[in-house]
């Protein structure tokens, strides 16, 4: 496994492999967990290379939230991508990505205002951005995006569609710890209370599962409102928002179909975690 | 000259050529002057294969502007692009680069705010976006800006520079007619009384010029201030602005330097024109 730290590096490995090779790219910010690993597994089974970027990138963080103490551990990262058969790991430093004269943004308006881009302001431009450079760094033929961040997977797709990127985004199905616990690098910040509590998400997504199971025209007013009323029941979790909405669109619904997502986010004590799920049958991400 | 109409089969002809194959890519909206014909010889020479768009691009109008009498000579433009040895000539339908769910732009912050971005609030972001969404259609090596919109070119360059496409920007000087207008497509909306009047612009460079070569600290704003007083005596002249700025930057300065540029745009009858030029000595805009 190649590890490199310059954009110049990339780009000659890039130019030297062979026309009409395909190049599988999972973008992540590091401190790995079985979630990360499934999407270089289905990367590496989709395409000829397989590479990896960690980045922690700041300009996805707003002024109060975590980015100095975002869990790090770039060590184990690089032995767990050796192990499942990363062919380069492109690990960038921030003043490479972002020199001081920086002032572009992208922004992809409708599907980034409502839900986490209304608390987190900026998130999802910064998220835009990035992957933007990325791939022109990289120039992947395909790339891997986990669905636990719907709304990031939303926003990256559209994008790649309004700017013509010529990369085919991948969404990957919510990896879960045995208790449902969606996986995700900022668990590490859940204590023993905390951890328990955070059930709250997945089991909100079952019990709205059982409920639109059982009616054919279930009202999602119903369902949010049942989430509401256990969360403001809860002692230790907030809600931040849960809303159910159309899959592509993110435009709320009136009744559960088989497009509808879940879309919860919430605080468990002081750590902010999301989840999501769809509420009918089964669904393929890769083909939403 | 391959003429291709829609993104699918421009990717299928990019794909085809050689690995290692450069391209120059010229974006233009058409209606070729000789400024246009510059463009594509300087591309021709400087790559394997030479491509030229020709889109009016409408999100970079603003609401009161001339997207609908923008002159269009689809039929002399191809024959003048087949002369000048053009490659492929890409000519996009509107719907096809702005589909209906469009929603995704590119800002380049400080560099758009002043002069034509004050006067024209969202132009550079709309020239920003084409210019993106064109790069990833035609991934070409090389493209090739006119310099007479020289805060579009310092736009492009900073946004492919951030945005870290793989392709090298290169600026050409200004093409002039002989008593010196500088060549526009919209030039064609002059009269006769207007075309002689639009001389006030290059004839404000040349004393501009002058005033910097007799001093060796020449304040700016003595000379903004010549060019302001001479266009309230034109009866039909309306200056919009003329300010002297660093040609990286295009930040105010104070004295002139080697890096001076004065940019000027005016009212000539209802007619809107824009000039700019270095101050001192002759430089090339490749370097820039």
Not at 171 to 198: C, F, P, T
Not at 208 to 235: F, N, S, V, Y
Not at 252 to 269: F, K, N, W
């Amino acid at each position: 496994m190649k590890i490199l730290r310059t954009i110049d590096e990339v780009r000659r490995w890039r130019g030297s492999l062979a026309q009409g090779t395909t190049v599988a790219f999972v973008p992540t910010m590091g401190f790995f967990h079985q979630g990360h690993l499934a999407l270089m597994e289905k990367g590496r089974k989709l395409c000829d290379r397989l590479v990896v970027s960690i980045f922690v990138n700041p300009i996805q963080f707003g002024p109060t939230e975590d980015l100095d103490r975002y869990p790090r551990d770039e060590e184990r990262d690089c032995e767990l991508a050796e192990q499942v058969g990363v062919d380069m790991l492109f690990l960038p430093r921030a003043d490479a990505m972002y020199g001081e004269n920086f002032q572009t943004s992208i922004s992809v308006d409708r599907l980034s205002t409502g839900f986490c881009g209304a608390c987190r302001p900026g998130h999802f431009s910064g998220v835009a951005t990035v992957v933007a450079k990325l791939f022109n760094i990289i120039s992947p033929t395909t790339a891997v995006f986990g669905s636990k961040d719907f709304q990031q997977l939303a926003v990256v797709r559209q994008m790649v569609r309004d700017l013509d990127f010529p990369v085919a985004v991948i969404g990957h199905d919510i990896v879960r710890e045995d208790d449902g616990l969606a996986m995700s690098s900022r668990n590490v910040y859940l204590d023993e209370q905390a951890r328990k509590d955070a059930l709250f998400l997945y089991q909100s997504i079952c019990r709205a599962r059982q409920m639109a199971a059982g009616t054919k025209e279930m009202p999602c007013a119903l369902i949010t409102r049942d989430i509401a009323e256990r969360a403001a029941r809860h002692p230790r979790v907030e809600l931040e928002y849960a809303a159910i909405v159309h899959a592509g669109t993110l435009l709320p619904q009136e009744t559960v179909d088989s497009r509808s997502v879940l879309l919860l986010a919430c605080r468990v004590g002081p750590v902010r975690l999301i989840d999501n799920g769809f509420l009918r049958e089964a669904h393929d991400q890769t083909s939403m």
